[in-house]
């Protein structure tokens, strides 16, 4: 049982260039969830999809694009890198049918822009 | 709309002193609750969690909360710091099935030895 993974664990872009960041979870969890954590301003949520077929925008959209895969995966875009995006990015899953239950987190991606 | 607002961006505390993190919430229904850790270059993962029933929670590595809802508080203590406790920590609230998770901007406890 891996949990939730991701990949890749690092990349370096320049301004300009495309990526996607890939989720995986193996835990049958209908809901998934892209987070970036930038020092001093704690988790906020870009994107994230309540269940299979659905996406929804968080707090902070602009600049990148979900696709919810399937159930198990969940993508995010960078369709033109901006320096702004450097920051860790986080993929999490939740059982949507349990409402105190928790998030379940991969371990990051790195990602710097120049 | 909830949110969560943790004093203290940064505490240090000695090796086996009290370990104390404020975290406070706002929402306008009952809210669950949970303190998450951060350790250096790793993901989140779940100190414990307030759901319903007993105010005070207890989790992993020795850590409790207590839900005061008069005071909107889910204070993370812990009786004596361990060397292996030094991390980020991040409250975060949430009102349901559906409905987003609001993180804190997270208090990173260093502990001298």
């Known amino acids: 049982n891996a949990g939730v993974t991701q990949t890749p664990k690092f990349q370096v872009l320049k301004t300009g260039q495309s990526m996607t960041l890939q989720c995986a979870q193996d835990?049958?969890?209908?809901?998934m969830y892209w987070y970036r954590q930038d020092p001093g301003m704690g988790l906020r949520l870009i994107y994230y999809?309540?269940?299979?077929?659905?996406?929804d925008k968080g707090e902070v959209p602009n600049g990148y694009n979900v696709s919810r895969l399937n159930k198990r995966e969940f993508s995010l875009r960078l369709e033109s890198a901006a320096p702004s995006q450097t920051s860790v990015y986080f993929c999490?899953?939740?059982?949507?049918?349990?409402?105190?239950?928790?998030?379940?987190f991969g371990p990051g991606t790195r990602l710097t822009v120049l | 709309a909830q949110s969560v607002t943790q004093l203290g961006s940064h505490v240090s505390v000695s090796e086996g002193a009290l370990v104390l993190l404020r975290c406070n919430y706002s929402?306008?229904?009952?809210?669950?609750l949970f303190w998450y850790v951060q350790y250096p270059n790793q993901g989140l993962q779940l100190l414990l969690k307030?759901?319903?029933?007993?105010?005070l929670v207890k989790g992993i590595n020795g850590f409790e909360a207590e839900f005061k809802k008069s005071e909107t508080s889910f204070h993370l203590t812990k009786p004596s710091a361990h060397m292996s406790d030094a991390a980020e920590y991040f409250c975060?609230?949430?009102?349901?099935?559906?409905?987003?998770?609001?993180f804190g901007t997270g208090t990173s406890l260093t502990v001298i030895p």
């Open positions: 999809s309540a269940s299979e077929g659905t996406t």
């Open positions: 999490a899953s939740k059982m949507r049918e349990i409402p105190y239950n928790e998030q379940f």
């Open positions: 975060a609230v949430t009102t349901g099935p559906g409905n987003q998770f609001y």
């Open positions: 929402s306008s229904v009952p809210p669950y």
């Open positions: 307030y759901t319903t029933g007993a105010t």
């Open positions: 835990m049958n969890h209908n809901s």
